[in-house]
C-alpha cells in the first residue's frame, strides 16, 4: 500500500493538532487521541477507508509483535501492570497510611506537608502514574491533617511526576524515549553517542521538566498560589472541602512500603548493569559501569525491578498475616485496573 508523505508538509501536523484541540475541548485524552490517529491514517491513506483500516490494523499488530520477535515496548507495558498491582499491594497491606502516620508525627506545619509531597518524586520517580497513586495515597491523610487542599496536592503530584520521569532513564518514559532515540540514531547512521548516552545529555535541556519541579517547591514553600488555588486553598483552611480518608482494617508497616519500592530501584539499577555488561561481552568490549548503562535494555530491566518488589511485598503481607487471599487476590485486579487509562494513553502515543 502506497502512503502519501507528508513528511515536508505543513499537513503533517493536523493530525496532532486536532488531538490537542479536542483535548482541551473535550478533557477526553483518548478520545482525542484516537481521532487524532485515524484523521492520520485517513491522510496518509488519500482517504481511502479500506486502506486505512488495514494500515491501522498492520501498526496495531506490530506494535505487539514485530520483525519475529515480541516489540520491546511491551515490557513496558507490562512494567505498568506490575505497578499498578505494587501500588494496590501497599494499600492493602496498610503500609501507606503506616507511612503517613508516621510522617504526621514529625511535621509540624502546612509548608513541611507540602514539601513532603513534593520530595517523595525522588523516591518514586520510577512512573508518573506509579507516583500519582502512591504518593497520593501516602501525602493525602498528612495533608488533609494540616489543611491543604485537594487542587494543591493534585497540582504537586501532576507537575512533579512526569517532569521527574521523562527526565530518569530508569523509568517506564525514560525507556519509551530511549527506545525512540536509538531509531533516530539508527535511521540518521549516528554513531557518536549511544541511545541513553543521548537521553543523558539532552535531560539537562529538559527545561520544562526542570522548571516545572523547581516552581513545585517554590509554590510548596513560599505557599504561592494564584487563580483558583487561592480559593480552593482558603477553603481547605475553613475546613470546607470535602476530605473524607479512605479507611482500611490494617494495620500496616512502614518497612512494607519502604523495602518494595528499595527493591524495585535497586533490582532495576542491577538488571541494568548486568544486561549492560552482557552487551558488552557480546561485543568483546571491557566491562564499565558507564559502558552497561549506555548498553543497557531499560525495559527487561524495569520488569524484572517490578517482578522483585512484588515478591517483596507478598512476603512482607505473609509475614503480617493481615491479609486474607480473597483481598490479596482482589489487589491484583484493582492494580490492574488503575493503570488501565496510563497503559492505554501509552499505546495510542506509540510511534512505529
Not at 128 to 137: E, I, K, P, R
Not at 244 to 260: A, M, S
Not at 274 to 285: R, V
Amino acid at each position: 500500500m502506497e502512503l502519501i508523505d507528508f513528511s515536508s508538509s505543513v499537513w503533517s501536523i493536523v493530525p496532532a493538532l486536532l488531538a490537542i484541540i479536542l483535548a482541551i475541548a473535550t478533557r477526553r485524552v483518548l478520545v482525542s487521541l484516537s481521532a487524532g490517529i485515524i484523521i492520520g491514517s485517513l491522510m496518509l491513506s488519500d482517504w481511502q477507508i479500506g486502506s486505512a483500516f488495514n494500515y491501522l490494523v498492520k501498526n496495531v499488530v506490530s506494535l505487539v509483535y514485530a520483525d519475529g520477535e515480541i516489540n520491546s515496548n511491551m515490557n513496558i507495558v507490562l512494567f505498568l501492570l506490575l505497578l499498578g498491582v505494587l501500588t494496590a499491594l501497599l494499600t492493602v497491606s496498610g503500609s501507606n497510611r503506616a507511612f503517613a502516620e508516621w510522617a504526621q508525627s514529625r511535621i509540624k506545619d502546612r509548608r513541611g506537608a507540602k514539601l513532603l509531597a513534593a520530595s517523595l518524586v525522588f523516591v518514586t520517580f520510577i512512573d508518573d502514574y506509579f507516583h500519582s497513586l502512591a504518593v497520593g495515597a501516602i501525602a493525602r491523610p498528612v495533608t488533609d491533617r494540616f489543611k491543604v487542599s485537594r487542587a494543591k496536592l493534585a497540582y504537586i503530584l501532576d507537575s512533579t511526576a512526569a517532569p521527574m520521569c521523562v527526565m530518569m532513564p530508569v523509568s517506564s518514559w525514560g525507556a519509551y524515549i530511549i527506545t525512540l532515540i536509538g531509531g533516530l540514531l539508527a535511521t540518521y547512521s549516528i554513531t557518536e553517542y549511544t541511545p541513553i548516552g543521548a537521553f543523558v545529555a539532552m535531560s539537562s535541556m529538559n527545561f520544562y521538566a526542570i522548571f516545572s519541579i523547581i516552581m513545585v517547591f517554590f509554590v510548596a514553600y513560599f505557599s504561592f498560589d494564584i487563580a483558583s488555588m487561592v480559593r480552593h486553598e482558603k477553603l481547605a483552611l475553613k475546613n470546607t472541602e470535602d476530605q473524607l480518608e479512605e479507611e482500611t482494617g490494617t494495620k500496616g508497616q512502614v518497612r512494607n512500603l519502604i523495602l518494595p519500592i528499595l527493591v524495585l530501584i535497586i533490582a532495576t539499577v542491577s538488571m541494568m548493569i548486568y544486561t549492560g555488561a552482557e552487551a558488552l561481552a557480546a561485543d568483546g568490549k571491557v566491562f564499565s559501569v558507564l559502558g552497561a548503562f549506555e548498553n543497557t535494555v531499560v525495559g527487561t530491566s524495569l520488569v524484572v525491578g517490578g517482578f522483585c518488589s512484588i515478591i517483596i511485598s507478598t512476603l512482607l503481607i505473609i509475614l503480617d498475616r493481615q491479609v486474607s487471599v480473597p483481598e490479596y487476590a482482589r489487589s491484583w485486579i484493582v492494580g490492574i485496573k488503575s493503570m488501565s487509562g496510563a497503559i492505554a494513553i501509552f499505546i495510542l502515543c506509540l510511534d512505529n
